[in-house]
């Protein structure tokens, strides 16, 4: 099912319309296309991860993880496979949307609660967007989040820093 950005917060929109004009003739943008000031002030709230094969499957790992995102979680996770990562509890629906962006070639849409240890589950949304260098296969997925109760208690913590692009800057560098 297509994602509905026009009933979602605006920066998923944003987004969408930030990768649209990186695609060119191509139905994905490529990962060496983004450039972090493409993300205005959300580039702590984005997350690139590698769709990688791994002994013989599918994974899925973290290449960079935008602050807000370690905030929420109180957990730096970069370099790490997702199944390695992801509470128990919503570890299958995160993997299953990742697999869906794989397998489509298309965004998908989340909306649940994640747990965060000692702090419960805290609502939370993403879209999930496919990177694919060959504009065949999806090989990196970019992903947005919102925690829209975690933003509105303290929208200061949340935004992006300069160092974030520096730190973006050097992830891509070592690509």
């Known amino acids: 099912m297509p994602v509905a950005f026009a009933d979602l917060h605006p920066r998923f929109m944003a987004l969408r319309d930030y990768l649209d004009t990186l695609r060119g003739g191509r139905r994905m943008a490529?990962?060496?296309?983004?450039?972090?000031?493409?993300?205005?002030?959300?580039?702590?709230?984005?997350?690139?991860?590698?769709?990688?094969?791994?002994?013989?499957?599918?994974?899925?790992?973290?290449?960079?993880?935008?602050?807000?995102?370690?905030?929420?979680?109180?957990?730096?996770?970069?370099?790490?496979?997702?199944?390695d990562v992801v509470d128990p509890a919503s570890r299958r629906?995160?993997?299953?949307?990742?697999?869906?962006?794989?397998?489509?070639?298309?965004p998908q849409y989340g909306r649940y609660g994640m747990p965060f240890p000692g702090r419960g589950f805290i609502d939370s949304e993403r879209v999930f967007f496919p990177l694919s260098n060959d504009d065949r296969m999806v090989d990196g997925i970019l992903a947005l989040h919102r925690y829209?109760?975690?933003?509105?208690?303290?929208?200061?913590?949340?935004?992006?820093?300069?160092?974030?692009?520096?730190?973006?800057?050097q992830v891509q560098a070592e690509g």
């Open 30 to 83: 490529r990962p060496a296309d983004l450039d972090p000031r493409g993300f205005g002030d959300w580039l702590a709230f984005v997350n690139l991860i590698d769709v990688v094969l791994h002994e013989n499957a599918v994974r899925f790992r973290f290449r960079l993880v935008g602050t807000a995102q370690s905030l929420a979680a109180q957990l730096d996770y970069a370099g790490r496979f997702v199944d």
């Open 93 to 106: 629906r995160v993997i299953d949307d990742l697999t869906r962006v794989v397998a489509t070639c298309l």
């Open 148 to 169: 829209p109760a975690l933003e509105a208690a303290d929208a200061a913590a949340f935004r992006a820093q300069p160092w974030h692009r520096a730190a973006w800057d």
